[in-house]
Nanobody, 118 residues
Framework: QVQLVESGGGLVQPGGSLRLSCAAS????????MSWYRQAPGKERELVAT????????NYADSMKGRFTISRDNAKDTVYLQMNSLKPEDTAVYYC???????????WGQGTQITVSS
């Protein structure tokens, strides 16, 4: 059974930082492209960042470039999202997503809430 378990969410003041983690199990982690998505209240889910299966390539949504950093540790089956200079508009539920490099398998985590507020 595949599981993606996010952690690290919470309440942070504007300008602050958080690091999210997503621990994967039940899959061959190194064969999956990993992404972070987020969904704010009343809005559609949007892509935050993606990292290739080897970690050699990353992509970010324009509004996150320079503030967020996605990374992975294939030895620990974990993907991270370092978030700096957080803004109130970053408030959302953040989801981890795994997509197999070959094939259609993909999986979602349960999400973790980030609230940016003073």
């Amino acid at each position: 059974q595949v599981q993606l378990v996010e952690s690290g969410g919470g309440l942070v003041q504007p300008g602050g930082s958080l690091r999210l983690s997503c621990a994967a199990s039940g899959l061959t982690f190194s064969m999956y492209v990993m992404s972070w998505y987020r969904q704010a209240p009343g809005k559609e889910r949007e892509l935050v960042a993606t990292i290739s299966s080897t970690g050699g390539s990353t992509n970010y949504a324009d509004s996150m470039k320079g503030r967020f950093t996605i990374s992975r540790d294939n030895a620990k089956d974990t993907v991270y999202l370092q978030m700096n200079s957080l803004k109130p508009e970053d408030t959302a539920v953040y989801y981890c997503h795994a997509r197999r490099v070959v094939g259609t398998w993909n999986y979602w985590g349960q999400g973790t809430q980030i609230t940016v507020s003073s």
